[in-house]
């Protein structure tokens, strides 16, 4: 069974937009909109120690704010130089302007 948690509200996304989230039981997640449709994944980049929502979303990419690696937030693949190690992604569920990712 999966952790399914609430996360936020569509409308404090808009498109093109992203938004911090950390859990209450500590995870650290990033919430993308992507013209309408939402996406999740882990808030820290693969490669070191930064926080992908303090980056740049451009369509689906993601860019790290430390050294420009980048991730599709569709897939977690890494999909630039000098990140190699995919992001860790998370089912998204739409409720209303309710916005859910399962966690496990
Ligand atoms: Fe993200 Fe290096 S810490 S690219």
Request: glycine share 10%.
């Amino acid at each position: 069974m999966g952790r399914k948690v609430r996360l936020c509200s569509a409308s404090e996304v808009p498109p093109g937009e992203m938004l911090s989230v950390d859990t209450d039981a500590g995870d650290m997640l990033a919430v993308y909109n992507v013209d309408g449709d939402f996406f999740v994944t882990s808030n820290l980049c693969t490669h070191g120690v930064a926080t992908l929502t303090e980056g740049w979303l451009e369509d689906h990419t993601i860019e790290c704010p430390q050294h420009g690696g980048c991730f599709d937030v569709r897939t977690g693949e890494a999909t630039h130089f000098p990140c190699e190690k995919p992001l860790q992604t998370y089912k998204v569920t739409r409720e209303g302007d309710e916005i859910f990712a399962d966690l496990d």
